[in-house]
């Protein structure tokens, strides 16, 4: 809480457009954040996947806005050693900012690895067993291990492997 500038303050100029364009208390809230980001008295969530590094702060309560921005080296010519380089202002809803946010980062999806795009992918048992389920409409029809045990074929018992069996006592 030292209420002197600890940081540089710097835009992408689509952020500043953002904060420009959101509605007048929203863009009250965020200008206040921004002074206690720069102040050192606040400090937003981290981000982790393809905006790691950088920072996403809640503008309001209701946290309707989001605030992101990271942490660079202040141009030479600076008072400061780090800049607060906000990258946008934006809505909350889904991954709205997170998405505006690596577009203007210039940063790409990262390619997932051949064991995460195994286990996100469907089965192709499993749709061919849907579809055969669907088809049939009979209870009958349907596989042995889906029929209740009251409708499954008796299997033909045979008597010589038990011991209490009538024809072993003989």
């Given at each position: 809480?030292?209420?002197?500038?600890?940081?540089?303050?710097?835009?992408d100029?689509r952020?500043?457009?953002d904060?420009?364009q959101?509605?007048?208390d929203?863009?009250?809230?965020?200008?206040?954040?921004l002074?206690?980001?720069?102040?050192?008295?606040?400090s937003?969530?981290?981000?982790t996947g393809e905006?790691?590094?950088h920072?996403?702060?809640?503008?309001?309560?209701?946290?309707?806005?989001?605030?992101l921005?990271?942490?660079?080296p202040?141009p030479?010519?600076?008072?400061y050693?780090?800049?607060?380089?906000?990258?946008?202002?934006?809505?909350?809803?889904?991954?709205?900012?997170?998405?505006?946010?690596?577009?203007?980062?210039?940063?790409?999806?990262?390619?997932t690895?051949?064991?995460?795009?195994?286990?996100?992918?469907?089965s192709p048992?499993l749709?061919?067993?849907?579809?055969?389920i669907?088809?049939?409409t009979?209870?009958?029809?349907?596989?042995?291990?889906m029929r209740p045990?009251?409708?499954?074929?008796r299997?033909?018992l045979?008597?010589?492997?038990?011991?209490?069996?009538?024809?072993l006592a003989?």
């Amino acid at each position: 809480m030292t209420g002197q500038p600890a940081f540089g303050l710097s835009f992408d100029p689509r952020a500043l457009t953002d904060l420009l364009q959101a509605p007048g208390d929203v863009r009250h809230l965020a200008l206040g954040r921004l002074q206690d980001l720069v102040n050192a008295d606040l400090s937003g969530d981290r981000l982790t996947g393809e905006l790691d590094g950088h920072r996403a702060l809640d503008v309001g309560a209701r946290t309707e806005w989001r605030l992101l921005y990271g942490h660079r080296p202040a141009p030479p010519a600076s008072a400061y050693d780090t800049d607060i380089h906000v990258i946008a202002v934006r809505p909350g809803s889904g991954r709205n900012e997170h998405d505006a946010a690596r577009i203007r980062l210039a940063r790409t999806l990262r390619p997932t690895s051949a064991l995460a795009y195994a286990a996100r992918a469907r089965s192709p048992q499993l749709d061919a067993w849907r579809a055969a389920i669907t088809a049939q409409t009979s209870p009958y029809a349907l596989p042995v291990l889906m029929r209740p045990r009251s409708l499954r074929p008796r299997k033909a018992l045979s008597v010589e492997g038990f011991p209490h069996s009538p024809r072993l006592a003989r």
